[in-house]
């Protein structure tokens, strides 16, 4: 395909849905798709809005975007919702991004019922404030016998201290003796990760055009396929979303080998 085109795209959102729809390969579909949800700020400075609005805004994406996961049968979705280094940011934004968190979880459960859909979060979520704690564990309870997609918060989420954590769980148990260290390697380190049941993800898609990975998932991208779109967050719907998996369908991975050439025996 044309990869320079695939790189930062200016989405055109005059596509009919359903035609955009037809064109994804159900027996090609990621298994897992991670979104890095930027640019709700810029969004609300161009309509002269408050970063509160903007964020606002970014939940009603969310919703469109989850429903049409669940539409093609995706099987996990992973949202970063909140980094880490997203404390920096002033405590009223916090607290408003907390706040709509809570929201979010609440208003959403029925549908997550109705939709078979399990919620799962990753993230250091002993640390986030005690309100989100209890709707997040009632949600991720209530929903823990749901058969259909699995969707994945990112909160509180760094791939720099995950990675750190593992080690630390890792170190601990070679320290009381169940395991050697000799024992370590890629798939038990991967078990030690929050993502420990999931898949690593396949797509990962980034709205308003930064090229970076902001602390997100280091070790489970490892050879993910990115996709990245100028549209900000609360601009982004379906139409995109599924544009970003027929481009995804086209595109040869690799993982390191030749076109063909499936690999030798080592
Ligand atoms: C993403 O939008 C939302 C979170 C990080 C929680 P931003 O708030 O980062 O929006 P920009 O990058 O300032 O436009
Ligand atoms: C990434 O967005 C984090 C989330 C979407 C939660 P940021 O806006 O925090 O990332 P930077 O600051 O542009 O790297
Ligand atoms: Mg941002």
Redesign the pocket.
Known sequence: MDHESSLLKNFEPSWDINILKSQINPEKMPRHIAII???????AREKRLT?VA??RA?VKAVRDIVEASVDIRLEVLTLY???VQ?WERPKREVNT?MRLLVEYLKKELPEMMEQDIRMIAIGDLDRLPSRVRETLAFTIEKTKNNKGMTLNLALNYGGKSEICHAAKQIARKIKEGQIEADQIDEGLFSRHLYTADLPDPDLLIRT?GEMRISNFLLWQLAYAEFWITQT??PDFNRAEFFQAIIDFQKRERRFGRITGFLGRKR
Not at 37 to 43: A, K, V, Y
């Open positions: 949800m930027d640019g709700n700020g810029r969004w970063r903007g964020h970014g919702a909140f980094s997203n991004l308003s900000l967050w």
